[in-house]
Nanobody
Framework: QVQLVESGGGLVQPGGSLRLSCAVSGSIFSINGMGWYRQAPGKQRELVATITRGGSTNYVDSVKGRFTITRDNAKNTVYLQMNSLKTGDTAVYYC??????????????WGQGTQVTVSS
């Protein structure tokens, strides 16, 4: 059974930093693209950042220059370094992984979400 386990959320003051991690476990053939999404209260879930297996990245405009997505393919883990946090970054952050299973099925998996609260 494939699981995505997130960690690193919490409460931080504006201007502070947090680092989110998401580890993929279970029997899989390969992990393709990975990414982070977020959902604030009363809003739709939005893409924050994505990264391909080869390391190409993409960011929503509102986080460019402040957030950095990386991955460690050996550890099946994706990270999101968040700097210069703003109150508008407050949301539940979800990890996403596009995975090819041993039966060649390609499935999108989601983590359970981790709360990030930016407040003074």
């Amino acid at each position: 059974q494939v699981q995505l386990v997130e960690s690193g959320g919490g409460l931080v003051q504006p201007g502070g930093s947090l680092r989110l991690s998401c580890a993929v476990s279970g029997s899989i053939f390969s992990i393709n693209g990975m990414g982070w999404y977020r959902q604030a209260p009363g809003k739709q879930r939005e893409l924050v950042a994505t990264i391909t297996r080869g390391g190409s990245t993409n960011y929503v405009d509102s986080v460019k220059g402040r957030f950095t997505i990386t991955r460690d393919n050996a550890k099946n883990t994706v990270y999101l370094q968040m700097n210069s946090l703003k109150t508008g970054d407050t949301a539940v952050y979800y990890c996403n992984a596009n995975i090819t299973n041993w039966d060649e099925a390609v499935i999108n998996y989601w983590g359970q979400g981790t709360q990030v609260t930016v407040s003074s």
